[in-house]
C-alpha cells in the first residue's frame, strides 16, 4: 500500500502564491495527482502528473495559474499555486494511481493523503 503525505498548506492573502509537497512511500505507483474540496462541493481535480515520462495535466479551471512538477529521485510532486484567490480556499489532497499516464478521475486514484488546508484570506 503507498502512503502518501502532502504538506505545505498554510493561511495566505490574495494574489499570493504557495507550493505543496506530496511524497509517496512504500510501494510503486504509475502517477500522482492534486485535488481540493471545499465545505459542501465535490472533490476537484487540479492536476497529474506521471513523472516517469514527465507528463502533466492540469484542469483548465487553474490553468495558468496552477502548475505541477516531479522529483522522481524523491517520489515528490509539488503543486505550484500562483495569484490565489478566496475561491481557492478549500482542503488540499494529493494522491497516487496505479495506473500509467495522467488522468483527471479520481476514482483512478487508489492512494491518499490526509490532506492540508489553504485558506487565502482577500
Known amino acids: 500500500q503507498v502512503h502518501v503525505m502532502e504538506s505545505g498548506g498554510g493561511l495566505v492573502q490574495a494574489g499570493d502564491s504557495l507550493r505543496l509537497s506530496c511524497t509517496a512511500s512504500?510501494?510503486?505507483?504509475?502517477?500522482m495527482g492534486w485535488f481540493r474540496q471545499a465545505p459542501g462541493d465535490r472533490r476537484q481535480f487540479l492536476a497529474a502528473?506521471?513523472?516517469?515520462?514527465?507528463?502533466?495535466l492540469v484542469a483548465d479551471s487553474v490553468q495558468g495559474r496552477f502548475t505541477i512538477s516531479g522529483d522522481r529521485a524523491t517520489d515528490t510532486t509539488f503543486l505550484h499555486m500562483n495569484n490565489l484567490k478566496p475561491d481557492d480556499t478549500a482542503q488540499y489532497y494529493c494522491?497516487?494511481?496505479?495506473?500509467?499516464?495522467?488522468?483527471?478521475?479520481?476514482?483512478?486514484?487508489?492512494?491518499w493523503g490526509q490532506g492540508t488546508q489553504v485558506t487565502v484570506s482577500s
Open positions: 512504500g510501494g510503486t505507483f504509475g502517477s
Open positions: 502528473i506521471w513523472m516517469t515520462f514527465d507528463r502533466t
Open positions: 494522491a497516487a494511481s496505479p495506473f500509467m499516464g495522467v488522468s483527471r478521475r479520481s476514482e483512478e486514484y487508489t492512494s
